[in-house]
């Protein structure tokens, strides 16, 4: 499902080989250790300077990879001035999903409270919370979330942990970043260790 092969970028990544098929993965590692690099090539926002980057056989830069992933970078921006229901109404559209879809969404979240308040009235936690529904509406295949438990509560980190035990049994991947396991002790079934770039463990754990 997710394929790294031979895969080098700006210094930051180096010869990188990795194969998941399936389940939810964490990768591991310090400051610099590539993680959000990696996680950056499968959401196609850069190409590797060596190697190839694919999600489900399809290449990471590929128009047809952005329906297959659902990406929450480590660093969010909503629009200012925006409400929490106009964001999640405006990435249903992007993401073409329905309803159904965008229901499940804040109720897995618990954002129902949240969908009439502006975004600058957010907490971080909350934040964090649209941003996870708005990247995961249609059900993608992939899940690419870096450092998911940096800033959410733990209610938050309780619904997400819940999703993706569903999102993992329908057969569905994630692959997510943070600094210790224990961070996602709750998220991830298996690790893989990161140091300098460089993938320093094969996958740990079980599927």
Request: hydrophobic share 45%; proline share 4%.
């Amino acid at each position: 499902m997710i394929r790294f092969e031979g895969v080098s970028w700006r210094g930051r990544v180096h010869d990188v080989t990795l194969r998941l098929e399936a389940g939810a993965c964490a990768l591991v590692g310090a400051n610099g250790a590539g993680k959000s690099s990696l996680l950056s090539l499968l959401a196609g926002r850069a190409s590797p300077d060596r190697g190839r980057v694919s999600l489900a056989g399809v290449p990471a830069r590929a128009r047809q990879a952005a329906a297959l992933r659902g990406y929450v970078p480590q660093r969010i921006t909503l629009p200012p001035g925006a409400r929490v229901a106009e964001v999640l109404a405006v990435a249903q559209y992007v993401r073409r999903a329905d309803a159904a879809a965008l229901e499940e969404a804040i109720e897995r979240l618990g954002l129902a409270p949240l969908l009439p308040r502006r975004v600058t009235r957010l907490s971080g936690g909350e934040t964090q919370r649209v941003a996870v529904a708005a990247a995961l509406l249609g059900r993608p295949r992939v899940w690419l979330l870096d450092e998911p438990a940096s800033a959410l509560d733990a209610e938050g980190l309780e619904r997400l942990a819940d999703w993706l035990r569903d999102h993992v049994a329908q057969g569905g991947g994630a692959l997510m970043s943070a600094h210790r396991l224990d961070e996602v002790a709750r998220l991830a079934q298996r690790t893989v260790r990161l140091e300098g770039g460089r993938l320093v463990t094969g996958v740990r754990g079980k599927v």
